[in-house]
Structures are given as structure tokens and as C-alpha cells.
């Protein structure tokens, strides 16, 4: 398959403003694939070469790829610089430069190529490895046409910027595989199960979706994390849960989810990135403390070793550098507090209910005072579950999850469910929660920042068209250094135009691709006839907005856009604070 069709379908969606489109644009794709490079192409398709969770980067600066360039060209690098500056982005240049002097291809580039070049380039590590990436490049450039350098330059340095979700490849997958887009449920489960696109594709292709029905956990594959509701009252939660439930802390940490194979481990963000060199310290403990093949799901917190008392969320993001030292596990120790377990030695335990799964937990750990079982009471009447929550507040918790115990308790990978109900501190205040919003477009400033964002618009997720409505325009919270920081994360991902996962009224004066999420607080939320969330579905041609709005100074780096607090979410907790008020 030759790569001048990746780089058409790049075109096609870089110029289109709709969602259909896109998919169209997929589906077509995909059906021209042959089977055997249908994983190539997915993950070609927003530009990786493999699922995010094997933490495969090129590590391919802009300043690499126009040294590679400038050798291809026979100019000098400045000359290629200038032009960068001059259109304010490489892929462009490179286009420029190319059809300017008239660059002839030499060959024909084909898919494999690039994919193989591509992975080569991310696994060149150790001495001498910059320019062993440089020539791998180079020999792609050599044969790349004026379209094909541009979008092989914006691959290398990561600034695809096409912004396609994982749900809008799923549907994709599902038309193109099995003619109808009610078959992305059984793709989708399989995708929660193993968290790799291409891996799913490639069983789809080859073997139809009986074989995608068949796939199975895999310890070293991330499970997509199953995730909780929220509810504003221990009354309401129990109703919910059939008067009875398992409340366990919620501990403010980090989620992380553990693999272990024999002497080999891993461990997964609740993004599902790589994060098992951040805590050699808790790999140490797992090992004493289960001696299994497992997977299992824990908070990791910061604690005084000296008391054993949880240290503020704060102090975790210290662990967050690419090289954790001595000096980072001593000053920021870590115990892990266990709640769930989904595979052991062999058996898949997702559809196994709750108590059974908290039972296997509770018999295999061996609990020392690094690692522990959360917390947790079984509760059956609202005075012990405010009593319990009041309890873990006390203990520097942020509050409880609620955990149904019916025979349908089973882990469900990747859903939002009321199988989980966490009842927070916030949710008393008349605004139930912070909310969790993606960045999609900026308003200009004034003063000190004139020509630069003053303000962002801020969007949740809608999961059933894969969009983005807008809730607010923010403008307050955020420090010098922030403004600094956002810069510096927002301007490579600047767009000539309104993405087309983004539904706004508002015109903004920039935007950008949604993948920034902020945690934003405010006043309350109210019908709006400017903001796009709940378009309709509160009041007619109302959406919901929310009043006096500020930034909390919480970057949530661990969340994706898709997992932005959704639309859904946003009109009950309007309809709960609404509750609240008329009550009190
Ligand atoms: P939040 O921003 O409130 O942490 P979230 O979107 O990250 O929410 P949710 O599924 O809504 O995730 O809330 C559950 C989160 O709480 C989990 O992702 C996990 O990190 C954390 N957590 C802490 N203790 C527990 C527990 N006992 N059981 C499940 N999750 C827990």
C-alpha cells in the first residue's frame, strides 16, 4: 500500500469540519487496507506506530527532523527555519521547500516503509542513536513526495494534530469490518479489554467479529479502568444500590493498575501510559505482597513513613520525572491501598461480582505497611455511610466510593457506571464537583497579554457523537506561570479553524485541538443560551453553563480529552444541585 494514500486521508481530515466526515474518511481507508497492515495503518492513522501504553516515542525534535531535511535539500538548516517561522509550522515548510526546488522522489514510499522506519527511529536508544534516527528519516524523505514530507514531518515531531478519538475509530472499524455501527459494542469491549486499537483490528479483519468476541485479558495489555458515578447524598446512593453497599475510601492519589508475570511487571496510569519506572519502590512492595501472576488496581499516595499518614495529593506529582532517584523515594515514599483485583494467575476475574473480587483480594495480599486493602465498610443504612465518609475525610481522604454488591457487581473495563458511586466532600457545596474540561479555543487577551489568550473556552465530552460542547470561557485562576506553561502546551496545537469534534455557539478567536484537560471549579451551573452542553436536552434552546468560573490550578495530565467530565454528567449534577437548593 503506498503511503500517498495515508497522506490523502490526512488532507481530506485536516480540511473537513464535521464528524461524519471523518468516519466516511475512515471507513474508506480501512476498506482499502490490505488485511495484513490493517494495525499499521490504525495506528498510522493518528500518527503512532503502536498503542500509547508501550510508551513508544520517537524522540524526534523539530530541530532533528530539519537537520534531516536540510541534508535531503543540500541547504542549510537556517534556510528551513526561516521558512518554519515564515508559515509557523514544519510540515508546511517542508511541503514549500519541497515543490520550490522542485524535489524529485526517488521511489515510490510505501506504508510498510514508514511504519517500519518510524518504529526503528522510536527504538534507537544509547550512543550514536540521534543520528542513526536521522538516517532512518532521511531515507524516507528521499522518497516522499511534496504532500508526503509534510505530514511525514508532522508525525515525527508528534504535531499530527487530527484530533481522531478512539470512539470514532471504533465506529469506523465496525462499519467498514462488519457493514453497521451496532457491532462497535462487541469491538469496543474487546478494545476495553486489551486498550490497543490496531490489535483489535487486526483480529477483526482476520478473523471476523466471532474472533473479537474471543479476545481475552492479556497481563502487560492495560484494561481500559472502570469508572464511578457520582451522588450527592448517602440516601440517594443507597437507594441506587438496593439499600446495601460496600463504601470504601477514596484515597487522593494516583490510580494505578499493576501487572505482574512472573518477575516482570508493569504498571499503567489511569491513562494507561507506562508509568512502571516512576515507583520501583512499589513494585518492590507487590512483590512481597503478592506472590501471583496478577493484575490488580491500587491508589498510589505519599505517606510519612514515620507515621503512616497520608502526605497531600501535591507531593505525588514529585514522582512524576522521567528518572526517579533515591532522593525522590526517600523524600516522597509511597504505600498502595488495593481495590480491585482482575486477573490471577491465569483467570480472567472481570466478570466475577464485587465481594467475590474484594474476597480473592483480601486472601491473596499479604498486607504490610506499604501495601494495604482500602479501607472499606459494608453498609446498610445512611447514618453509617455519612459516619464512614466522615470518618475517611478525617483521615485525609477525599471521600468514599460506593460499591454495589449484587451479582452483577463485575469489573466493567472502560464504562462509567453506577456499579461505583463516589460521594465526595464537594458535592455538599451547592456546585457537586469540579468539573474536569478540555481546553478547545482561546480568546485574546488585553494588557499584558494582548496578542496572546486572555481566556479559554472550555468544553465537556459527549461520548455518543465523540464531540466536545462548551460550558465556559475561563479567565481567572490561572498564575503568570501557568499563562507561561499553557502557552507553551496550547500553541503547537493551534488550528486555522473550529475542530470538528468541537460544537460551539461561541466563536473563538483561536483554536486549538482538544486534548488539554483542566479542572475548573465555579459558582453553579445555570441554562445558557451561549454554551453547547445539554443543548436541548434541559430546556429548549438552552444549553448549561457554568457561572464564575475559575481554574483550580489542577492540570489533569492523567486524563485524555474522551475522559473529560461528559455531557451526561454535567446535567445531573445540574439537576442535583437543583435538589440541593430546593431543600435547603
Ligand atoms: P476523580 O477526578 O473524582 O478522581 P476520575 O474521573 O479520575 O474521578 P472516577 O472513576 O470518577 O475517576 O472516580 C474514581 C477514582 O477514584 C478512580 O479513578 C481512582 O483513581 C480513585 N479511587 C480512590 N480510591 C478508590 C477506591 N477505593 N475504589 C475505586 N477508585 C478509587
Known amino acids: 500500500m503506498e503511503y500517498r494514500r495515508l497522506a490523502e486521508f490526512y488532507e481530506q481530515i485536516e480540511k473537513s469540519t464535521r464528524r461524519t466526515d471523518i468516519i466516511n474518511a475512515l471507513v474508506k481507508l480501512f476498506k482499502e487496507t490490505p488485511k495484513e497492515l490493517i494495525d499499521k495503518v490504525v495506528y498510522l492513522s493518528i500518527g503512532k506506530i503502536a498503542p500509547e501504553y508501550t510508551g513508544l516515542d520517537y524522540n524526534f525534535g523539530e530541530k532533528l527532523a530539519i537537520r534531516a531535511l536540510a541534508r535531503i535539500l543540500k541547504i542549510p538548516s537556517t534556510e528551513i527555519e526561516k521558512k518554519v517561522k515564515l508559515l509557523g509550522d514544519l510540515g508546511e515548510a517542508g511541503r514549500k521547500l519541497y515543490e520550490e526546488l522542485g524535489y524529485q522522489p526517488q521511489g515510490v514510499l510505501t506504508v510498510e516503509e514508514v511504519y517500519n522506519g518510524l518504529k526503528k527511529i522510536a527504538e534507537a536508544v544509547g550512543v550514536g542513536s540521534q543520528e542513526r534516527k536521522i538516517r532512518i528519516f532521511m531515507e524516507l524523505l528521499k522518497k516522499a513526495t511534496s504532500v508526503e514530507v509534510k505530514y511525514l514531518l508532522r508525525t515525527i515531531t508528534e504535531r499530527l494534530r487530527l484530533g481522531i478519538g478512539d470512539n470514532t475509530i471504533l465506529e469506523a472499524l465496525a462499519v467498514a469490518f462488519t457493514g453497521s455501527s451496532l457491532n462497535r459494542e462487541v469491538i469496543e469491549r474487546a478494545y476495553n479489554l486489551t486498550s490497543d486499537l490496531g490489535y483489535v483490528a487486526k483480529i477483526l479483519a482476520e478473523k471476523g467479529l466471532e474472533g473479537v468476541k474471543q479476545v481475552k485479558i492479556e497481563v502487560g495489555r492495560p484494561v481500559r479502568p472502570m469508572l464511578a458515578e457520582r451522588m450527592g447524598s448517602p440516601v440517594l446512593i443507597l437507594r441506587k444500590l438496593g439499600g446495601r453497599c460496600g463504601a470504601e475510601y477514596k484515597f487522593d492519589g494516583e490510580r494505578v493498575q499493576a501487572h505482574r508475570k512472573g518477575d516482570q511487571f508493569w504498571l499503567f496510569s489511569r491513562r494507561l501510559e507506562n508509568i512502571t519506572h516512576q515507583y520501583p519502590d512499589l513494585i518492590e512492595f507487590l512483590k512481597e505482597a503478592i506472590p501471583h501472576d496478577f493484575i490488580v488496581e491500587l491508589e498510589a499516595v505519599v505517606i510519612d513513613p514515620a507515621s503512616g499518614e497520608l502526605r497531600p495529593f501535591q507531593e505525588l506529582m514529585h514522582r512524576k520525572v522521567k528518572y526517579v532517584t533515591r532522593y525522590h523515594l526517600e523524600k516522597y515514599p509511597v504505600a498502595g491501598f488495593l481495590f480491585d483485583i482482575i486477573y490471577l494467575d491465569g483467570e480472567d476475574l472481570t466478570l466475577k461480582p464485587y465481594p467475590e473480587r474484594r474476597k480473592i483480594l483480601e486472601e491473596v495480599v499479604k498486607r504490610t505497611d506499604r501495601i494495604d486493602l ?76 494582548s496578542g496572546t489568550f486572555g481566556s479559554l473556552l472550555m468544553a465537556c465530552y459527549d461520548p455518543e457523537s465523540d464531540t466536545f460542547k462548551t460550558v465556559c470561557k475561563v479567565g481567572t485562576g490561572f ?3 501557568d499563562f507561561k506553561k499553557l502557552e507553551e502546551i496550547l500553541n503547537p496545537r493551534k488550528l486555522d479553524h473550529r475542530h470538528p469534534r468541537v460544537n460551539s455557539i461561541l466563536e473563538a478567536d483561536m483554536w486549538f485541538e482538544p486534548y488539554l484537560v483542566l479542572e ?39 486524563k485524555r480529552p474522551e475522559d473529560a467530565t461528559t455531557e451526561q454528567e454535567i446535567i445531573e449534577m445540574y439537576r442535583m444541585q437543583r435538589k440541593v437548593r430546593v431543600s435547603s
Not at 483550580?552 to 495530565?557: E, H, I, N, P, S
Open 374 to 449: 482500602v479501607p472499606r465498610k459494608v453498609v446498610d443504612n445512611p447514618e453509617d455511610l455519612e459516619n464512614f465518609f466522615y470518618q475517611a475525610i478525617e483521615e485525609g481522604c477525599e471521600g468514599l466510593v460506593c460499591k454495589s454488591l449484587a451479582p452483577n457487581s463485575i469489573y466493567q473495563a472502560g464504562k462509567r457506571g453506577f456499579l461505583w458511586i463516589k460521594y465526595k466532600r464537594d458535592y455538599k457545596s451547592v456546585l457537586a464537583d469540579t468539573l474536569d474540561l478540555v481546553v478547545v479555543g482561546g480568546f485574546l487577551g488585553k494588557g499584558q497579554r
Open 479 to 481: 498564575t503568570e506561570d
Open 520 to 558: 475548573i471549579t465555579g459558582a453553579e451551573l445555570t441554562l445558557s443560551p451561549v454554551h453547547t452542553c445539554g443543548w436541548g436536552k434541559v430546556a429548549q434552546n438552552r444549553g448549561l453553563g457554568l457561572r464564575f468560573p475559575r481554574f483550580t490550578g489542577r492540570y489533569r495530565f492523567d
